[in-house]
C-alpha cells in the first residue's frame, strides 16, 4: 500500500476521534488499517506526515490518539521537556514545530 493512501485511511480515522475522551489506541489503528495492506511503519510515519501538515493529533501514554488543537502546547512542553531531560536535540522536533 502506498503511504499517501494510509495517510488517508490515518486521517479518516482520527476524524472521528475528537478530544481525549475520545481517543484510539494504535493498536485499534492498527486493527483497522493493517488488514487493508499497510504496516505498523507506514502508520507512524502517516501519523508524523499529518502532524507536520497542521492536523492536531495529539497523543497521551495509556489514553490513545485523538484531535484537539489546544491540548497540542501542552504536548510540545512535555515532550521538548523529555527531550532535555535525554539529551536529545533539537529541542523541538519538525512535527511540532508549527505549533
Not at 492536523?55 to 490513545?64: D, E, H, L, Q, T
Not at 491540548?71 to 536529545?88: H, Q, S, Y
Amino acid at each position: 500500500m502506498k503511504q499517501r493512501d494510509v495517510n488517508l485511511y490515518v486521517a479518516e480515522v482520527m476524524n472521528n476521534h475528537l478530544g481525549r475522551l475520545n481517543a484510539i489506541k494504535f493498536q485499534d489503528i492498527e486493527a483497522i488499517i493493517v488488514p487493508m495492506g499497510a504496516t505498523k511503519k507506514q502508520i507512524r510515519e502517516a501519523i508524523r506526515i499529518l502532524r507536520s501538515h497542521r492536523k492536531a493529533i495529539s497523543s497521551r501514554p495509556n489514553v490513545g490518539y485523538y484531535l484537539d488543537k489546544t491540548d497540542m502546547v501542552g504536548c510540545k512542553t512535555w515532550l521538548e521537556n523529555l527531550r532535555i531531560a535525554k539529551g536529545i536535540s533539537p529541542i523541538t522536533p519538525k512535527s511540532l514545530s508549527w505549533v
